[in-house]
């Protein structure tokens, strides 16, 4: 069906066409919505403001059952309150439509997202969390929206320290072989050993490393035999990059996040560009050679001596830096995916590296107006002492630990709420719930903020978290299933009880929020907009009765409340990949 206009957009244009001007309308603790813009437009045509906003209230339509009063406060303010039957009008309107009225883009575009980044041959830490649930959102929002998004996962999969790796597999081949398993397949268990594996390998490739010159100096060719891509070095690389890959799809899998082997194109994917990317510089003046390395220098940065910071692209000994890398990532998103948008999920410490490769971009022209790139920078994750995340002994968090962790929380948690559970829906609802209560605790704060990560604030049941919006979700199921021949039906003709208009009107922003969310790439504002909905649902249920309504329509109107409700619930969680249980 055609997406369902807002009443704030309806009412916006209504009075647009009566005061010949474009208003300016919010919500309001006085009306539904105030309707800023006469005082300017009287000043400019220097007359009395609120005459001019008595003539605007009279050219309001009176017959189309959108406004059921307007009233005219201080220099000029429309206090505008809606009809209550034009609210379940709409909300009918988008309880009818599968996608809620949230019209898909007109002219979609081409995002090249570029998150969940994690590192062949290394365990996943916290850190690498916040790149891969806001992303993860990110993706899921603008598909929603219906632009194409092409998911990047730039992984580490390049570097000196794969000649080290590669050498000690060389010599000792069977330190990756898997071995017998103990019957099963589970990929938490695959993961965990492919884990075992690696760090195995790394940790006695390491003290060879640092132990013998010569192999050293053979780990130092094979750098230069990966380099030129001679066949077995590249076969013996490709196992540590399948092997992670067990090991990432393990705890993406226990993320709930589906990570598909086409979209993980990481620094390799790239090594045939650099040579050409370094010369397509070069040439065209945009970089130029300081002290034997290739750099490009900026008037806007400098360091504390006030001497120039240069981007490297390529060092002086030949080597390509990061820099190489995403300026030919940059040339392949642009000319061979034909991005609109690229958005790179990456931390905000490297704010400033970015800033240098888009302005390069730009220079060189491969980012042109018709080509927007933005570093979608956030913060770090805490612990109770303002510190970021560490284990007591000081080691970087493995995020493994970290979601197991959130997961036996939860299951406490419900063991507790629920004693008629069954200890296999327990544990299926401590999944749900302590990761969508990670990603929740994420989502919910703004990008560039910190949080502390306090998982007993997470699971609770009470304040913004995902635990109470997914109470909020089950206790709805749980009426539509007492309602028993009862329907969710919509009855425009009954007058709306003060915590059903909040509720309703809460109900008629979902769109806007979403397109709001699109626009600015902020997931931290569906958040809000779901705690504001569930907890208008949590008043609504506590002052109106649904299956003890007076009257039988009236028990229909609650019920399509409740059910519209649930259905935004789970649709705006779902966008930030979090599942809705439906018993807790």
């Not at 013996?236 to 996040?257: A, G, P, T």
């Not at 299926?428 to 605790?441: F, M, N, Q």
Request: charged share 30%.
């Amino acid at each position: 069906m055609a997406s369902v206009n807002s009443l704030s957009a309806t009412i916006q244009q209504r009075v647009a066409d009566a005061l010949g001007a474009d208003p300016l309308l919010r919500r309001s603790d006085r009306a539904d919505f105030q309707a800023n813009g006469v005082l300017g437009l009287a000043k400019r045509n220097k007359a009395n403001p609120r005459e001019l906003a008595a003539e605007v209230v009279a050219a309001l339509p009176k017959d189309d059952g959108l406004i059921a009063d307007v009233e005219v406060s201080g220099p000029g303010f429309l206090n505008i309150t809606v009809a209550d039957a034009a609210i379940t009008r709409t909300l009918a309107a988008r309880a009818a439509d599968d996608r809620l009225g949230v019209p898909a883009k007109a002219d979609p575009g081409i995002t090249v997202i570029d998150y969940a980044q994690p590192n062949v041959a290394k365990e996943m830490h916290v850190g690498h969390l916040r790149s891969s649930v806001i992303g993860d959102a990110l993706v899921k929002i603008l598909e929603f929206e219906g632009e194409t998004v092409v998911r990047r996962h730039h992984i580490g999969d390049w570097g000196t320290q794969f000649g080290m790796l590669i050498q000690y597999l060389v010599e000792h081949p069977h330190e990756l072989d898997h071995g017998d398993r103990d019957g099963t397949d589970a990929a938490e268990e695959a993961g965990e050993a492919s884990m075992s594996r690696l760090n195995r390998l790394y940790k006695a490739s390491r003290t060879v490393f640092d132990s013998d010159d010569d192999f050293k100096t053979r780990s130092r060719k094979r750098v230069v035999d990966l380099q030129a891509g001679e066949p077995e070095t590249l076969a013996m690389w490709q196992r540590f990059v399948d092997e992670s890959k067990i090991y990432f799809n393990s705890v993406y899998d226990k993320l709930d996040i589906a990570i598909r082997d086409e979209d993980v194109v990481g620094e390799s994917g790239y090594n045939d560009m650099l040579v050409e990317t370094c010369t397509l510089l070069e040439k065209s003046g945009v970089a130029v050679r300081s002290n034997g390395a290739l750099c490009v220098f900026f008037d806007d940065i400098k360091g504390k001596d006030g001497e120039p910071v240069p981007l490297i692209v390529q060092k002086a000994d030949g080597g390509f830096g990061y820099a190489a890398t995403d300026l030919s990532a940059v040339r392949n998103r642009t000319a061979d995916l034909h991005a609109n948008t690229l958005l790179y999920v990456v931390d905000s410490r490297q704010a400033l590296h970015f800033k240098m490769v888009f302005e390069t971009a730009k220079r060189a022209g491969w980012l042109t107006d018709e080509v927007k790139a933005l570093h979608i920078p956030f913060g770090t994750l805490l612990g109770k002492d303002g510190k970021p995340y560490k284990t007591r002994s000081g080691e970087t968090f493995r995020l493994v630990d970290l979601l197991d962790e959130a997961v036996e929380r939860a299951a406490t948690v419900i063991r507790e709420k629920s004693s008629e559970l069954t200890d296999e829906e327990v544990a299926d609802r401590a999944k749900e719930v302590g990761i969508g209560a990670i990603k929740y605790a994420d989502l919910s704060t703004s990008l560039g903020r910190d949080y502390v990560f306090d998982l007993d604030r997470m699971v609770s049941l009470n304040g913004d978290t995902s635990v109470y919006l997914q109470y909020a979700y089950a206790r709805i199921q749980s009426i539509l299933r007492k309602a028993g021949d009862a329907k969710p039906v919509a009855h425009p003709e009954l007058p709306l009880a003060p915590a059903e208009r909040t509720l309703g009107l809460l109900l008629d922003e979902f769109a806007e929020t979403l397109a709001g969310v699109s626009e600015t790439y902020e997931p931290h504002k569906l958040a809000s907009y779901l705690y504001a909905l569930a907890s208008a649902y949590t008043t609504f249920y506590d002052q109106c009765p649904v299956l003890k309504a007076e009257t039988p329509e009236l028990r229909e109107n609650r019920l399509f409340l409740c059910d519209l409700t649930a259905r935004t619930l789970r649709q705006g969680m779902a966008l930030l990949g979090i599942r809705t249980p439906e018993r807790l």
